[in-house]
């Protein structure tokens, strides 16, 4: 089963989780766009997940059947958790405050733009194997370094034939973008091989 951010690794936490959510959907499920309905089953399966837990630790009746018990009981309400928290997040009603009386992820609505970069990366052609160019892409300010330069997610590239590169964009064919440092640029198949290919590219941020 995925795992959620939200929800607690271990059992002991997860007990504490899901009779939080029922005592905090006991206050108004409506509040938080969950119908009455759903909080009586979740109490119920929250509770039993509790007592099965409590049993499965507890000397006088700890075991395997005990363990199985709470086992299923945990994939119950785990499954409801995954059904009524992206009701309650998406309500349009809820508060962070009551995410956070949930326990629940408070997202980031605050959009923070990337800087743009302020260099074009260091292109080396690292072999030709006829018409495909293979080309490495390194960051300007740190030639050593094989990652891309922070903040940035993507290159764009272009090449060009003829003796000297064209100063007009309209004389640069698109290649395509990569996310990647490595990457082939294929030339067309009737391009001459003694022709000169010029290559550039520019980095773009993640915005």
């Given at each position: ?12 936490k ?52 005990a ?37 629940l992820?408070i997202r ?68 395509g ?16 091989g003694?022709?000169?290919?010029w ?9």
């Amino acid at each position: 089963m995925p795992s959620s951010t939200y929800l607690p690794r271990t059992d002991a936490k997860l007990r504490n989780f899901v009779l939080n959510m029922s005592a905090q959907l006991a206050k108004g499920p409506e509040l938080v766009g969950v119908s009455e309905a759903d909080a009586q089953q979740f109490d119920t399966l929250a509770t039993a997940y509790a007592t099965a837990y409590d049993q499965s630790q507890a000397q006088e009746t700890r075991g395997p059947s005990a363990t199985a018990k709470k086992n299923d009981c945990r994939g119950a309400v785990v499954a409801m958790v995954r059904r009524l928290v992206p009701k309650i997040q998406s309500f349009i009603g809820t508060t962070n405050q009551q995410r956070t009386d949930f326990l629940l992820t408070i997202r980031d609505t605050h959009y923070t733009p990337q800087p743009v970069p302020t260099t074009a990366p260091t292109l080396t052609v690292t072999g030709v194997l006829g018409n495909t160019i293979s080309v490495a892409l390194q960051d300007a300010d740190d030639l050593h370094r094989r990652a891309k330069p922070a903040h940035v997610k993507s290159a764009t590239l272009f090449w060009a034939l003829g003796d000297t590169p064209p100063n007009d964009p309209s004389g640069w064919t698109f290649e395509g973008t990569t996310t990647t440092t490595t990457t082939q640029i294929v030339i067309p198949p009737h391009v001459a091989g003694a022709t000169s290919v010029w290559l550039t590219a520019f980095w773009a941020n993640s915005n």
